[in-house]
């Protein structure tokens, strides 16, 4: 399964941005025998707190794709963040939009590999963890990050979206 596309793209994304996880060493990908397309299943998968895992969320922001990384502790209140990005309308995006958009299922969006570059706020709750989880481009992969690292890669505007 590590030959998926996705899994692939997000890869050379990673490789590319020259991720770092949090000892220092490049981040790379890891696949889960079993998909986790939750932020709780991921946590218990990898025995970690389930606000290390950074959850991508794509919100159709007024017909436009908007990548929310918000920590699996919580859930992203979308009048708050449409207030703040001035947008009329924030709503879960459906499958096929989240595919249109980032070429990955729900359950499996990663925060980069996208076709095209896809807005993205990340959740400054992330931050009081050293180590996070991410998906990477499939429910059965995700690959280890640090906030800082995260932000630089994504280059996502760092927000309280809960």
């Known amino acids: 399964m590590s030959a998926h596309p996705n899994v692939t793209a997000v890869q050379h994304a990673l490789d590319l941005a020259g991720a770092r ?3 220092g060493g490049p981040s790379r990908i890891v696949m ?6 939750t932020a709780a ?6 025995g970690v707190e389930v606000g290390q895992i950074a959850n991508s969320l794509i919100f159709d922001a007024d017909g436009e794709p908007l990548l929310v ?3 699996g502790a919580h859930r992203v209140d979308t009048a708050k963040v449409a207030a703040e ?3 009329a309308k924030l709503r879960r995006a ?3 939009f989240v595919r249109e958009h980032t070429g990955q299922p729900i359950g499996g969006v990663a925060p980069l590999g ?6 993205t706020l990340l959740d400054r709750a992330l931050e009081g963890y050293a180590e996070i989880w991410a998906a990477g481009g499939i429910p059965h992969s ?20 809960a």
């Open 21 to 23: 996880d949090h000892e």
């Open 32 to 37: 889960l025998p079993d998909a986790v397309p």
């Open 41 to 46: 299943a991921a946590a218990e998968a990898l």
């Open 69 to 71: 990384l918000t920590s």
């Open 85 to 87: 990005l001035g947008v």
């Open 94 to 96: 459906s499958p096929e």
């Open 114 to 119: 996208h076709p095209r570059p896809v807005r």
């Open 142 to 161: 995700v690959f280890p990050i640090t906030y800082p690292e995260l932000s630089r890669i994504t280059g996502a505007t760092t927000v309280d979206v």
